[in-house]
């Protein structure tokens, strides 16, 4: 980044000034290059200009700033703004899961599974996603397959996906269906965890038995429980 000073008053001479960088809630070293040094004004000269490098790394984090501060000067006094704060944008991103675990009735005709977009969002992205079959339900009688993409418009950061469920009569348990994310846009990745979904299929269907198949009863008993 490029930070520009400017000398006012009188021109006459060389002046110089020192500056120097300080952490706030960016680190050092990780998003950007600590960076000390003087800048010098020739006789006429009105301006100058400070280089701080920016480490472009692929975590995903908040917008981070540091601190550039004037001191020292020679010739000259600091003015009243003797420090400026940068804050470095985050332009990474990853997709994830937000709702990596979901469990809904059996009666019900959807389930909805939340997608986010973590870091940058000023641009499209995209990223796949399908059922898979890592799955205890069956395709095509417990639930129906799913594939499609989400387009994540510039400022949209998170996005549902719809998995419609089939209600049968059979009798089973709970039964899960997984969904998994793949295929993220050029310039985007997948988190490194909950890049895959479980949905979990609650059994509402009921058996009836007789208890015992053979009872004995005497004729003088009037009636019989099963």
């Known amino acids: 980044v490029v930070l520009t000073l400017t000398r006012t008053g009188t021109t006459n001479g060389t002046v110089t000034i020192d500056y120097a960088t300080t952490a706030l809630t960016a680190t050092s070293g990780t998003d950007y290059t600590n960076s000390t040094g003087t800048v010098s004004f020739s006789a006429g000269v009105t301006s100058g200009t400070i280089t701080v490098p920016i480490i472009n790394d692929s975590a995903i984090e908040a917008s981070e700033t540091f601190r550039v501060s004037l001191s020292n000067p020679t010739n000259g006094l600091v003015g009243s703004i003797s420090s400026a704060v940068v804050t470095i944008k985050e332009d990474d991103v990853e997709f994830i899961f937000g709702t990596p675990l979901v469990s809904v009735a059996e009666s019900v005709s959807t389930a909805t599974v939340t997608v986010w977009r973590r870091g940058g969002s000023t641009v499209t992205n995209t990223v796949d996603y399908a059922t898979t079959t890592n799955s205890t339900a069956t395709a095509a009688s417990d639930f129906t397959s799913t594939t ?5 418009k510039a400022g949209v ?9 089939l209600t049968d009569t059979s009798i089973e348990g709970n039964e899960t269906v997984e969904l998994a994310l793949s295929n993220p846009s050029s310039g985007t990745a997948l988190a490194s965890s909950n890049t895959t979904a479980t949905v ?3 059994d509402n269907d009921s058996l009836f038995n007789f208890s015992v198949t053979t009872n004995t009863v005497a004729e003088n008993a009037g009636s019989v429980i099963l």
């Open 148 to 152: 499609g993409t989400l387009t994540f």
């Open 157 to 165: 950061t998170n996005l549902n996906i719809t998995l419609p469920l």
């Open 200 to 202: 979990t299929i609650q």
